[in-house]
């Protein structure tokens, strides 16, 4: 009994140190997106700079593990397009028929490939600290896209004189704890967009911000119509019982 007393006092303690740490970041920016509110779609063009700037800058270290070049169709590439992104890529696949593992191009069904083999290699590579999958950040954090985009684009910063950063790690002052071992990835012009937009560190972090909320709900349009319709639904039927009422009960008075 006062094992689980102490255990529960414990994670208690815990969450409420995790708490402290977790309100020393800074309150994020107040960013709009085309996906807020009852009515909010994505926006395609953002969703395939978004795209860019993953595969160019951010595939280099992140995984995407849940998603697969068809589902790229969703952001407005036609069969072509989506082939092509595949048949860049390597995959190792087999067993053959000798039971030997073997190395082929890319084809849609594939998930979007991952830059190392397991996670302990990709820690080895990144002094010690993982880079987590990307798939669904913008939902495993508080107001995800605001949170990623003011990460990449607004956190990193000179540290305060006293505070101490260790070999291997960045000051940032929205990750909680201000200590990341994720370097400021993203530099003015590293991509070179498509479309043409000017390529500012925000503009790729909205983008890219915006292309994970697409990797992690990738529904929300569809969501976000069903609930319209439901809504409508309610009050065209309330009309009518309404009416049904007034009827049943007309002769009654
Ligand atoms: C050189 C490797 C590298 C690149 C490139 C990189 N990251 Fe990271 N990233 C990391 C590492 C390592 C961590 C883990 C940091 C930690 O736990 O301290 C991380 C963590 C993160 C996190 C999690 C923060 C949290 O709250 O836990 C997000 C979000 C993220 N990266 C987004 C991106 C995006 C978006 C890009 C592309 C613009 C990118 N990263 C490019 C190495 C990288």
Sequence with gaps: MKR????ILGAALLSLGAQAQASESKALPDYSWSFDGIFGQFDRAALQRGYQ???EVCAGCHSMRLVTFRNLADLGYDAEQIKAFAVETTVIDGPDDE???FERD????DRLPSPFPNDKAAAAANGGATPPDLSLMAKARPHGPSYIRALLAAGYEEPPGDFEILEGQNYNTYFPGNRIAMAAPLDDDVVEYQDGTEASVDQMAADVSHFL???AEPKL??????????????LVLSGILYAVKRKVWADLH
């Design 4 to 7: 689980i007393i102490a255990g």
């Design 53 to 55: 700037v993953y595969r």
């Design 99 to 101: 039971g030997e593992m």
């Design 106 to 109: 890319g084809k849609p069904s």
């Design 213 to 215: 909320m697409w990797t």
């Design 221 to 234: 349009e569809q969501r976000k119509e069903m609930g319209i319709k439901v809504v409508l639904f309610l």
